[in-house]
């Protein structure tokens, strides 16, 4: 397959970014500072109904981790039919039980969600937190997921390179191994040839200033420093550097 860069992106606003740099897919998000959360089903129609992107959108009810109760799953649900009644290409999502290992009850009920409608289903980089990283790739193929998005279980890609690897070299014929966590134009294709890796996932950030996140001795910044009254948003310069590279691989 050709290479494929995936922007991780938080709103409509940076999906035009991303389509505007050349991405051809996107993993749409809310509250990316949370790590992301399901975006609006508004605004997964305004991506579909005026982009040409295939989108990914998220599904994750809250920030922390990936044991939910059955109250936040019963609205994962909801919501995952939702982003795709509004035009999603497919959801990602990721359920584990509290000792680390993978919820199969609960992925299974969102598979059949996303498979009912012919969809992508993406287990995301609550892959990175579990105990048995190969029994449960053995599993997620199981149970028919399409593509897995990994950091290697380290905090970035690069740092676990030699884990996405080995999961490529073992099960890269059989399931998707998208790259992502701190990817980006400097590393992105020396990952790609030493993993074996066809797809990388990036944020392509950049900063916006909102004049009106700090006032009156209220503060509802995101960020500290220079940043403070800032935003993150995607860069569509660093998207077509980020597609240059991938296209050259």
Sequence with gaps: MSPVVEICCGSYYDARQAALGGAERIELNAALMLGGLTPTAATVRMVKENLELKVVAMVRPRGAGFCYLEEEFAVMERECREVLEAGADGAAFGCLLEDGSLDEEKTKRL???????????????????????????????????????????????????????????????????????????????????????RQVHSSCKAWLRDSTTVRNGVSYSMAGGDRAMCYDVVSRELVESLVRRGQGF
Excluded: W
Aim: glycine share 12%.
């Design 111 to 197: 598979l059949d969600v996303v498979k009912g409608v012919g969809r992508e289903a993406v287990f995301h980089r609550a892959f990175d937190c579990v105990e048995d990283p190969f029994g449960t790739m053995e599993r997620l193929v199981g149970l028919g997921v399409d593509r897995v998005l990994t950091s290697g279980l380290k905090p970035t890609a690069v740092e676990g390179r030699d884990m996405i690897r080995t999961l490529q070299e073992q099960y890269g014929d059989r399931i998707q191994i998208l790259a992502g966590s701190g990817v980006n134009t400097q590393n992105a294709r020396e990952l790609m040839e030493y993993t074996g890796i």
